[in-house]
């Protein structure tokens, strides 16, 4: 399904049951058991991990279309909210609950939050986790504004010294008051000062909120990973969208639980600070703490996601190490930036090159994804929970490339499109031909015919398409593409993984909505009251106005 369908699906078709055995698979665990999304940090190439997403998602609404008992629900289930509601008006069909099932977008597009519990990320990821969990945006979207980020941030090189830390700064700002609408439409009312903290922030069975259960979660939670240095000291930290109430007495691996309440850090500034990679930002100071991004040793965060999940399953305050039996982890799904290239240390070579290559050996392993992943994986086998990881690998034979380990965290490359455009001497410009075995979809040039700024937005330095190609971006899609197409019998089914796991994630959601309705519903909603997507519920009543507003305890 192309990218044009899959910002045109509604919430309705995933709350239908389809009991067809070519689109469900059996949960293994309770419907509500946590499912978690881990995305990894890389800089640039967290355009791989979108990509990746957006086949799941592609693929779970194919699933809803082929599961459907009737050719009208089928054609529903891929149409914009206009064109059903207006054929719903023409037949005398239209019902406010139908209304209601619609999130507040011109295309509303079936959300990544729907089917996870946490998303956790590092550095880029962690951008990307705020994205699709905290501003709750489709992965078409996500493109769009990871496209003008990366090209902000790194289409000039500094001749000396770091990155822009202003222009990271303001390229997130931008995509936050782009994407929030808590305040109406983009841009209006929402500034640099919107919370990392969600609406509905609260821990399910505290009864310290009591009094204000509008404030009890019920939707994904973003948590960012990154560094603290304090006092000579550096530990890990992770930046919460909710509280976490302290569950282990003393136990290290319980990262810096706490409890939000008016402690409302600015989204910005946690997402600053988990992309505070060394050689490329500087570091961020927050209060008395100074911030790195969570890259060095905390590429892959999947483990990290995992022990989250698993502790925020335990009841509030145990102080024990002790479980009940239900503790466990539904699924994870672990999306990587690609594997790098191999660096062996032990090898016949000079001394002088040997230096060198332990020098390259020592920064692979600080920025290792393996080891989480193999941790997370025993994790998952033991608890009998569903994990798989999609990372881009090199590929072998005629066509075979290095996948994604030759593109730089910090690479835009674009290359101009002079004679199309009409300035100084026409000459022939040839297009950059690289993969030309696997030509850029229709979808893909129109999508970013979408991301180009118009207006006052237009400056230069911005996104261009229509006057440059930008072979990185390219060379990243097309990498994923194949990475994606990989069917062998004898080696890697990535094509037939991302049909499972497309197939889980829609299995959960449907045994969700049938095991609790009304949670479901608050579930797949917008937490925050004044958001136009957000759905009334008996489980989570509508606050008095005095108390609404997302950035009040």
Not at 24 to 33: C, L, T
Not at 137 to 160: E, H, Q, T
């Amino acid at each position: 399904m192309s990218t044009s369908d899959s910002s045109k699906l509604t919430h309705e078709p995933v709350l239908r049951r389809a009991d067809t055995i070519a689109t469900r698979i059996k949960a293994k665990q309770h419907p509500w058991a946590p499912i978690v999304l881990s995305l990894d940090g890389g800089g640039i190439k967290g355009l791989s991990e979108l990509f990746i997403l957006l086949k799941i998602m592609n693929r779970i609404e194919e699933l809803i279309v082929e599961g459907s008992n009737d050719e009208t629900t089928a054609e529903e289930a891929v149409r914009s909210h206009q064109g059903r509601v207006a054929d719903k008006k023409q037949a005398k069909k239209t019902t406010i609950r139908d209304d209601e099932l619609f999130a507040f977008s011109k295309d509303p597009a079936l959300l990544p939050c729907y089917f996870f519990d946490f998303m956790v990320g590092t550095s880029t990821g962690g951008l990307i986790a705020v994205m699709l969990g905290r501003l709750r945006m489709n992965v078409p979207d996500a493109i769009k504004a990871y496209w003008c980020l990366g090209n902000d941030i790194f289409l000039s090189r500094p001749i000396a010294g770091p990155y822009s830390s202003k222009k990271l700064k303001d390229a997130i700002i931008r995509v936050i008051t782009d994407h929030c609408r808590c305040h109406g439409e983009p841009g209006q009312d929402c500034h640099d000062t919107e919370p990392l903290r969600q609406y509905d922030y609260a821990e399910e069975n505290d009864i310290s909120y009591k009094k204000t259960p509008h404030r009890q979660n019920f939707t994904c939670k973003v948590a960012l990973v990154a560094q603290c240095k304090k006092k000579g000291s550096q530990r890990r930290y992770l930046f919460r969208s909710y509280n976490h109430s302290p569950r282990f007495e003393g136990d290290l691996l319980e990262h810096n639980p706490m409890t939000l309440g008016g402690k409302a850090l600015h989204m910005w500034k946690a997402c600053r600070a988990t992309s505070a990679a060394p050689l490329y930002f500087d570091s961020m100071k927050i209060g008395h703490d100074e911030f790195l991004d969570g890259g060095a040793g905390n590429n892959n965060p999947s483990n990290i996601a995992w022990n989250e999940a698993i502790w925020m399953s335990k009841p509030i305050h145990s102080h024990t190490t002790a479980t009940s039996g239900n503790e466990t982890v539904a699924a994870v799904v672990s999306l990587g930036c690609g594997e790098k290239e191999k660096h062996h240390l032990f090898k016949d070579r000079p001394r002088i090159l040997y230096a060198i290559q332990a020098l390259k050996y020592g920064k692979s392993r600080i920025s290792d994804t393996e080891l989480a992943h193999e941790e997370t994986r025993r994790l998952a086998g033991t608890s009998d929970s569903y994990y798989v990881r999609f990372s881009v690998t090199p590929t072998d034979g005629d066509r075979g490339n290095n996948g994604l380990a030759d593109v730089k965290l910090s690479d835009c490359a674009r290359v101009s499109k002079r004679h199309l455009w009409g300035y100084g001497p026409l000459k022939e410009v040839k297009k950059p031909v690289g993969d030309a075995e696997l030509p850029l979809p229709e979808w893909y040039t129109a999508l970013q015919e979408e991301a180009t700024p118009k207006g006052s937005l237009r400056k230069k330095g911005t996104f261009k398409p229509e006057k440059f190609w930008y072979t990185t971006f390219d060379t990243i899609f097309r990498r994923t593409e194949e990475y994606c197409r990989l069917h062998n019998d004898g080696g890697e089914n990535v094509k037939g993984d991302i049909d499972t796991c497309a197939k889980t994630l829609l299995s959960y959601a449907r045994e969700r909505q049938e095991n609790d309705p009304e949670r479901w519903k608050c579930h797949v909603s917008h937490p925050d009251p004044a958001h136009p997507a957000f759905l009334e519920s008996t489980r989570r009543p509508r606050p008095r106005e005095e108390e609404s507003g997302g950035g009040t305890p």
